[in-house]
């Protein structure tokens, strides 16, 4: 069974960080694509960073310059780093984690941005 549980969300002031942690077992992150998603009350779920296997990552243009995603295979976590933060990065954020047959979700961190 794989499980994927975020770590590192909380509230915050607008200009400020944090670093949230996916850490991954029941299987390794090294052959997946990771990705961190958002969701918004009302709105839908988003796409935020996802890193492959390769270490390509991609950002979605409302978070470029102000967050890093990266990847630790041996300790087997995915990490978003959000810098700047904006009270319009408020939501629910959730790890994802997409292997060749399956993929899987976390439970979701929430991070609120205050103004």
């Known amino acids: 069974q794989v499980q994927l549980a975020e770590s590192g969300g909380g509230l915050v002031q607008a200009g400020g960080s944090l670093r949230l942690s996916c850490a991954t077992s029941?299987?390794?992150?090294?052959?997946?694509?990771m990705g961190w998603y958002r969701q918004a009350p009302g709105k839908q779920r988003e796409l935020v960073a996802a890193?492959?296997?390769?270490?390509?990552?991609n950002y979605a243009n409302s978070v470029k310059g102000r967050f890093t995603i990266s990847r630790d295979n041996f300790k087997n976590t995915v990490y978003l780093q959000m810098n700047s933060l904006k009270p319009e990065d408020t939501a629910v954020y959730y790890c994802n984690g997409k292997w060749p047959l399956y993929a899987y979700w976390g439970q979701g961190t929430q991070v609120t941005v205050s103004s």
């Open positions: 029941g299987s390794i992150i090294r052959s997946a694509v």
């Open positions: 890193v492959t296997s390769a270490g390509s990552t």
